[in-house]
């Protein structure tokens, strides 16, 4: 059974930066695909970035092009979101999510099938 666990979430200031880590555990690691979600109050889940299960593919949604990135630590089992030049709308419970199964899409939630417990990120002065 794989668990997933983000951590390192928190305030910080407008055009800030902040480390999304995401601990897997219970799988082997590449053999998975991982993606980042995100959730603001009243909104729906937003895929925000996904990477391969060997690292060789990586995507963004187009409102955090060039300030987020995407990685991955498979000898550590770990994934990282480096997000830089943070926004207050980005501000929203962060998720990371795993799936087995390869499909084209890689912004729709329902594509995955373990999910982590969130960490919050605030951005605001």
């Known amino acids: 059974q794989l668990q997933l666990v983000e951590s390192g979430g928190g305030l910080v200031q407008p055009g800030g930066s902040l480390r999304l880590s995401c601990a897997a555990s219970?799988?082997?690691?590449?053999?998975?695909?991982i993606g980042w979600f995100r959730q603001a109050p009243g909104k729906e889940r937003e895929g925000v970035s996904y990477?391969?299960?060997?690292?060789?593919?990586?995507k963004y949604t187009d409102s955090v092009k060039g300030r987020f990135t995407i990685s991955r630590d498979n000898a550590k089992n770990m994934v990282y979101l480096q997000m830089n030049s943070l926004k207050p709308e980005d501000t929203a419970v962060y998720y990371c999510?795993?799936?087995?199964?390869?499909?084209?899409?890689?912004?729709?939630?329902?594509?995955?099938?373990?999910w982590g417990q969130g960490t919050q990120v605030t951005v605001s002065s």
């Open positions: 999510a795993a799936r087995f199964q390869y499909a084209t899409t890689w912004y729709a939630a329902f594509l995955y099938d373990y």
């Open positions: 219970g799988v082997t690691s590449d053999s998975y695909d």
């Open positions: 990477i391969s299960r060997r690292g060789g593919t990586t």
